[in-house]
T-cell receptor, first 112, second 108 residues
Framework: NAGVTQTPKFRVLKTGQSMTLLCAQDMNHEYMYWYRQDPGMGLRLIHYSVGEGTTAKGEVPDGYNVSRLKKQNFLLGLESAAPSQTSVYFC???????????FGSGTRLTVV | RKEVEQDPGPFNVPEGATVAFNCTYSNSASQSFFWYRQDCRKEPKLLMSVYSSGNEDGRFTAQLNRASQYISLLIRDSKLSDSATYLCVVNKDDKIIFGKGTRLHILP
């Protein structure tokens, strides 16, 4: 099993450009999450999904959109990237029973 | 009060020593609790779940005190490879909230 796979691993964007980060999990997990991690700020929840076709806002949702059209995929979109969105983005998933979460290896995004 | 609070450290501890981390959480309705480990520039990885009865995994012991809303992690006979950031994680309903982490440096 691959677990949780994030693509791309690295990306540099210019201000105003758009992009989509893909998270794919092959563990049949119901819940999926997108976090960003910045120095001194810890992991902050952007959006999450409790199942196919559902999404909800987290702590820092502004500037991001998400979609969960298939159970195994959770997409994070940046419509118009800003330098403040420079960060490391982590996707995570877990099954219905809250026994541990599996993380992807992260996407390092720089917006210049 | 922040939802999950941890001492950021760093804790500089000689190899072989015992070190303890604490974490407090604000929501008394929180349902499950975990410790995660994160190495530099890597993703967080589950270290252990935390239960009121306490649980032990080798050199690691975790404890939950619901009355005080307090979680602890004890590492005995620390190794150089234990150097990392330790994240306290609290779950309520659909959301998981991470503490900012405690940095641990094990000194040779």
């Amino acid at each position: 099993n691959a677990g949780v796979t994030q693509t791309p691993k690295f990306r540099v964007l210019k201000t105003g450009q758009s992009m989509t980060l893909l998270c794919a999990q092959d563990m049949n997990h119901e819940y999926m999450y997108w976090y960003r991690q910045d120095p001194g700020m810890g992991l902050r929840l952007i959006h999450y999904s409790v199942g196919e076709g559902t999404t909800a806002k987290g702590e820092v949702p502004d500037g991001y959109n998400v979609s969960r059209l298939k159970k195994q995929n959770f997409l994070l979109g940046l419509e118009s990237a800003a330098p403040s969105q420079t960060s490391v983005y982590f996707c995570a998933s877990r099954p219905l029973r809250a026994e541990g979460y599996t993380f992807g290896s992260g996407t390092r995004l720089t917006v210049v | 009060r922040k939802e999950v609070e941890q001492d950021p450290g760093p804790f500089n501890v000689p190899e072989g020593a015992t070190v303890a981390f604490n974490c407090t959480y604000s929501n008394s309705a929180s349902q499950s609790f975990f410790w995660y480990r994160q190495d530099c520039r890597k993703e967080p990885k589950l270290l252990m779940s935390v239960y009121s009865s306490g649980n032990e995994d080798g050199r690691f012991t975790a404890q939950l005190n619901r009355a005080s809303q307090y979680i602890s992690l004890l590492i005995r006979d620390s190794k150089l490879s234990d150097s990392a950031t330790y994240l306290c994680v609290v779950n309520k309903d659909d959301k998981i909230i991470f503490g900012k982490g405690t940095r641990l440096h094990i000194l040779p």
